[in-house]
């Protein structure tokens, strides 16, 4: 909700339709980094930056939604096939990994009439154009921290906090004429989607199955990671208290008394 933003405590008017929060917030991001850089080049920086995208109401910029738009029309149930053997092929799954059956209430693709798989291709399509912004914008943070020189001596986490999410039933809740235009809110994807979202795993957010915990974390920090493999894929599990201690750890903070995480440096 554009009423709920805020710096400081300055309510943020938003600009018609070229305001997408998902640029908004990454342009904040880059001016807090230059100030840093600026006023206090020789201390360490700490940038929390909380992409909404790609959660509920689903809503993107139209030129991203055109990328994707009947890239899903094969549907969940071959695409979560051929998921699944790509993700054996990158190293992300063990090979012996088998898909978690689809749920009953999700109904076999190509029971759907046409005009229904339709449909479903463009919520699964506005979905995709989020994530698609994401990267662009993260990209561009990444960009600024290369061009400045801190790139290599700046270590970022990149996580999300759930699985996806299959709040409102098999087919989702939209609008199909409100997909793929700006500032329509109130979009979810569905049961059906978040199956393929989460793929090879059982559930969603909510569940403490793995397609609601388990969420990938990578890490980038060339000067400070240990020279190996490039792209090493790690299968331990990690915990947001260890992420927090790591950080504090990195950045020579003072710990609070009562902090239970273990940096990760340290405990390797």
């Given at each position: 909700?554009?009423?709920?933003?805020?710096?400081?405590?300055?309510?943020?008017?938003?600009?018609?339709?070229?305001?997408?929060?998902?640029?908004?917030?990454?342009?904040?991001?880059?001016?807090?980094?230059?100030?840093?850089?600026?006023?206090?080049?020789?201390?360490?920086?700490?940038?929390?930056?909380?992409?909404?995208?790609?959660?509920?109401?689903?809503?993107?910029?139209?030129?991203?939604?055109?990328?994707?738009?009947?890239?899903?029309?094969?549907?969940?149930?071959?695409?979560?096939?051929?998921?699944?053997?790509?993700?054996?092929?990158?190293?992300?799954?063990?090979?012996?990994?088998?898909?978690?059956?689809?749920?009953?209430?999700?109904?076999?693709?190509?029971?759907?009439?046409?005009?229904?798989?339709?449909?479903?291709?463009?919520?699964?399509?506005?979905?995709?154009?989020?994530?698609?912004?994401?990267?662009?914008?993260?990209?561009?943070?990444?960009?600024h921290l290369e061009q400045s020189g801190e790139l290599d001596n700046t270590i970022i986490f990149?996580?999300?906090?759930?699985?996806?999410?299959?709040?409102?039933?098999?087919?989702?809740?939209?609008?199909?004429?409100?997909?793929?235009?700006?500032?329509?809110g109130g979009n979810k994807y569905g049961r059906g989607w978040a199956t393929l979202s989460n793929?090879?795993?059982?559930?969603?957010?909510?569940?403490?199955?793995?397609?609601?915990?388990?969420?990938?974390?990578?890490?980038?920090?060339?000067?400070?990671?240990?020279?190996?493999?490039?792209?090493?894929?790690?299968?331990?599990?990690?915990?947001?208290?260890?992420?927090?201690?790591?950080?504090?750890?990195?950045?020579?903070?003072?710990?609070?008394?009562?902090?239970?995480?273990?940096?990760?440096?340290?405990?390797?």
């Amino acid at each position: 909700d554009p009423r709920n933003l805020y710096r400081g405590n300055n309510s943020i008017r938003t600009h018609g339709e070229s305001y997408y929060i998902t640029d908004a917030i990454s342009e904040e991001a880059i001016e807090f980094i230059s100030d840093h850089q600026n006023e206090r080049s020789n201390e360490p920086f700490f940038l929390y930056l909380p992409y909404n995208a790609p959660h509920f109401p689903l809503q993107c910029m139209p030129n991203d939604y055109d990328k994707y738009r009947g890239r899903f029309m094969e549907g969940w149930d071959v695409l979560r096939a051929r998921r699944l053997e790509k993700q054996k092929k990158m190293g992300l799954v063990p090979e012996n990994t088998k898909l978690a059956p689809r749920p009953e209430i999700v109904p076999a693709w190509d029971s759907l009439t046409p005009e229904k798989q339709n449909e479903m291709d463009a919520i699964m399509s506005t979905y995709a154009a989020m994530v698609d912004r994401v990267d662009q914008n993260i990209g561009k943070v990444v960009n600024h921290l290369e061009q400045s020189g801190e790139l290599d001596n700046t270590i970022i986490f990149f996580l999300s906090d759930n699985g996806g999410e299959a709040e409102t039933g098999p087919l989702g809740q939209f609008k199909y004429e409100d997909l793929g235009q700006y500032g329509k809110g109130g979009n979810k994807y569905g049961r059906g989607w978040a199956t393929l979202s989460n793929t090879p795993f059982r559930e969603y957010k909510h569940y403490t199955h793995q397609g609601g915990v388990q969420t990938p974390l990578i890490v980038h920090w060339p000067d400070g990671i240990a020279p190996g493999p490039k792209n090493r894929i790690l299968s331990q599990y990690g915990y947001l208290p260890d992420i927090v201690e790591t950080i504090m750890d990195v950045a020579g903070a003072t710990r609070p008394t009562m902090n239970k995480g273990k940096s990760i440096p340290e405990g390797e």
